[in-house]
């Protein structure tokens, strides 16, 4: 993955985002709504074989960057406790009867 600046000011920055879709840009995006200092954050996806998608984050105080920053850390964290989960239920041997029931934390 690579993100290119496209534009950038004082409250918002666009991003292009290189070799994803909207299986990292929706819960990145959903991150980002969840930070109060975020007043905008949605993305565009264009044409699947011709565009790059587009991050827009717009910020109602501090830094656009920072809130994006904070939020791709807060979305990291997450997957990595789930891999962490994921790999503690994967390394029991299953009885007969067994599922593999995953509780995740409940976040803010």
């Known amino acids: ?26 819960p990145l995006k959903q991150k980002l709504l969840e930070d109060p200092d975020v007043q ?4 565009l996806t264009g044409h ?3 565009e790059n998608p587009k991050l827009y984050v717009k910020v109602k105080d501090g830094k656009p960057q920072a809130a994006f920053k904070r939020a ?3 979305l990291s964290n997450e997957f990595e406790e789930l891999k962490d989960i994921v790999d503690k239920k994967l390394s029991k041997k299953p009885g007969p009867n ?9 976040t803010k």
């Open 1 to 26: 993955m690579e993100v290119k600046l496209l534009k950038k000011d004082k409250n918002s920055i666009e991003l292009e985002i290189i070799g994803e879709d909207e299986t990292l840009l929706e």
């Open 40 to 43: 905008i954050a949605t993305f």
């Open 98 to 106: 067994s599922k593999l029931t995953i509780k995740t934390p409940k």
């Open 48 to 50: 699947l074989l011709l």
């Open 72 to 74: 791709s850390k807060a």
